[in-house]
């Protein structure tokens, strides 16, 4: 990936960094020579960035270009709006006020260099502020009342910088450009850059070993370098052109605060941040269903007013689930009156609504793996062992946790689970991305359970009719979102044809 600084007058610019091209803001916005590169990352340290300034264009003009910009124009506009700025405070209230616990005076400036600050005390509390605004220089006000606050964010332009700071701020640009993977010659210039993520410690890994590296091979094959990265490298993401993420992802960690970045940094991403938010909440799920008529056990959205009517309504025994429940985590069964009142006790406790839903016992559930729209594969998923899941994360062994599995061929799907699968996902998340539907099968008809948007891809199981052309077709579809962001037609416009039921 080519890097280019723009500031005002590159004449005066002293940090000299290495295999980097310093150009001038009035050079970057005239000059068709930039408009036409194309897998180019550009560093904004121009004069001035206010709204519609020669700066705040140099972002602007680099998204339409198809290049990406640090800062970006909306990182720009929000750090113009206090309210913004409010909302970014509450997330880093903790390390603020570990950080400035020491401060007697009530009013504090911090000045954020690449990530860095001047004294290696503050490094904590800089490196989480570039990572909310991500800009190369930063200056920020806290202001103390009842406790510390950030008051103002903005970006600072090279000229204002204190002339005593220049010395650290060459060491601190060296080693931010420094650590770039792409700052070494590459012989195709025309590869893109992948992330995989995963967590060693995710219990149910949606991928096994052996699947990551299938995905890696595959990646390469096509012409990408690839990364496998864990969650500590949401401040790395800017690096890449595609994160795909192989963790289990929920709202309130860390996998959807990386995909939110990477989308807003302009990467392609599977699991996109929209549909991590929409599959993840069961609530969603059961309003949509419904509002499209697509069939479903019984279902309830249950709260503190209607509690005492589900067992009137659903019966006994019945489904509790949490709203965001995963991998029968946050999901039990309730056989009397008792058990349900325990349950709803606990889940309501946590969250303000839950669900409950008839129980439809059966020996498998089907999955159906869908990208893109089209089907990928399809699978039958058996109970545990002695249990009414899938996941029995309770048992006495290993072997016990997860039941058996049957791949069927996507071209013998029934055609009514076919259809459900196809159906739910349109309806929930559209037409783009990797999902997969989790469907139960009752007197010939079809009943979507969930779904999810970050199915299962493992070695020997769901990969078992396509092989590694399935990990190709994954990968194919973040590299068409790279090449139309960039306006490059698809070498392959059939790449994602899957066979038809």
């Known amino acids: 990936m080519k890097k280019l600084i723009v500031v005002q007058d590159p004449r005066i610019f002293k940090l000299g960094a290495p295999g980097v091209e310093v150009v001038s803001s009035k050079d970057y916005l005239t000059d068709p020579r930039f408009a036409q590169l194309k897998n180019t990352r550009i560093f904004n340290l121009a004069r001035s960035f206010a709204y519609q300034s020669r700066g705040y264009y140099v972002s602007l003009l680099a998204e339409a270009r198809g290049q990406k910009a640090i800062p970006s124009a909306k990182t720009l506009l929000d750090l113009k709006n206090p309210r913004m700025v409010k ?82 701020l060459k060491r601190f640009a060296s080693e931010y450009f420094g650590k770039k993977r792409y700052d070494s010659a590459r012989e195709d210039k025309s590869a893109y850059d992948l992330a995989i993520l995963v967590n060693p410690e995710d219990k149910a890994a949606p991928s096994n070993k052996r699947a990551i590296v299938k995905f890696r091979q595959a990646a390469e094959g096509m012409g990408f370098r690839v990364d496998i990265i864990g969650p500590d490298a949401i401040d790395r993401l800017g690096e890449y052109d595609a994160l795909l993420i192989r963790e289990n992802t929920y709202v309130q960690n860390h996998t959807y605060r990386m995909a939110r970045r990477a989308q807003r940094e302009g990467l392609a991403v599977i699991d996109a941040p929209d549909a991590i938010l929409k599959c993840n909440n069961k609530v969603y799920l059961a309003e949509v269903m419904e509002m499209h ?61 839950a669900i409950a839903q008839e129980y439809m016992p059966s020996d498998y559930d089907w999955r159906v793996g869908v990208l893109d729209g089209k089907p990928l594969y399809v699978c039958k998923y058996f109970m545990a062992r002695g249990h009414w899941q899938i996941y029995n994360w309770n048992s006495a062994s290993k072997e016990d946790e997860t039941g058996d599995f049957a ?75 790279i090449e139309k962001k960039f306006g490059i037609a698809p070498a392959d416009p059939q790449a994602n044809t899957a066979p038809q039921p």
């Not at 996902?425 to 010939?444: A, N, S, T, Y």
């Open 407 to 481: 791949t069927v061929k996507v071209a013998e799907c029934p055609k009514h689970i076919m259809d459900a699968a196809l159906k739910a996902v349109r309806h929930m998340v559209g037409d783009q991305g990797l999902f997969g539907v989790d469907i139960k099968e009752r007197d010939g008809k079809a009943y979507v359970i969930e779904v999810n948007e970050c199915p299962n891809i493992d070695h020997g199981v769901e990969d078992v009719e396509l092989g590694d052309e399935i990990y190709r077709r994954i990968i194919g579809s973040l590299k068409r979102s």
């Open 87 to 168: 909302v970014f405070s509450r997330d880093l209230d903790e390390v603020i006020q570990h950080s400035l616990q020491h401060k007697e005076k009530h009013d504090f400036t911090l000045s954020v260099y690449f990530g860095r600050n001047v004294n290696p005390r503050y490094d904590k509390l800089a490196r989480e502020l570039y990572k909310s605004f991500e800009a190369p220089l930063l200056r920020a006000r806290f202001v103390k009342g009842e406790k510390w606050e950030l008051r103002s964010v903005r970006p600072v332009a090279y000229k204002d910088i204190e002339e005593e700071h220049i010395p650290l």
């Open 293 to 353: 008529h697509i069939a479903t056990p019984h279902t309830m959205i249950v709260h503190s007013e209607n509690r005492h009517q589900v067992g009137g309504r659903l019966g006994f025994p019945v489904v509790i689930k949490l709203p965001d429940s995963t991998f029968s985590i946050g999901v039990e069964k309730a056989k009397t009156p008792e058990e349900l009142e325990g349950i709803l006790d606990k889940v309501l406790a946590e969250s303000d609504l």
